[in-house]
């Protein structure tokens, strides 16, 4: 007889294996990403600039790359562009957020997502989440 607490977890529980590799300038703002995501259960590595992003996104093969369109050195669309033309690392994630409004800039470079700042918490996880639920669907599990 299994406890309420044996339960196995929800579909929606994050897989904490999943790497996600966060393209942030701002201490500040990184700071609150790492709070929102290591709550949910991931795992991060950080990049303050879009060179070192795309360098550590071949090395570690992130399950996602969080970035800014804003990013010094190669800004986050040419990020996510260099990314999905990249056979090591076509096949990662890329969700772009910004002040600006450019979603559509953001999914013609390749993104997969795209969030307008100001971070929302519900909203970051939210978008994570269905991101990974969509690619394991596609992966067939």
């Keep these: 007889m ?7 977890p929800s579909p929606t529980t994050p897989d904490r294996r999943a790497l996600i590799l ?3 300038r701002n201490p500040a703002v990184q700071r609150l990403e790492r709070f929102f995501l290591e709550q949910a259960g991931y795992s991060l590595e950080f990049a303050s600039d879009g060179i070192t992003a795309l360098a550590r996104a071949r090395e570690l093969r992130p399950k996602i790359v969080v970035t800014e369109i804003l990013v010094p050195q190669l800004d986050g669309l040419s990020l996510c562009r260099a990314l999905k033309s990249d056979p090591q690392t076509r096949a990662t994630i890329v969700l772009v957020f910004s002040h600006l409004y450019a979603e559509d800039r953001a999914l013609e470079a390749g993104a997969d997502a795209f969030i307008v700042k100001p971070l929302d918490e519900e909203r970051l996880i939210d978008t994570v989440s269905r991101l990974l639920e969509i690619r ?3 992966a067939g599990g």
């Design 2 to 8: 299994s406890s309420p607490d044996s339960n196995p």
């Design 22 to 24: 966060v393209v942030e």
């Design 136 to 138: 394991r669907e596609r």
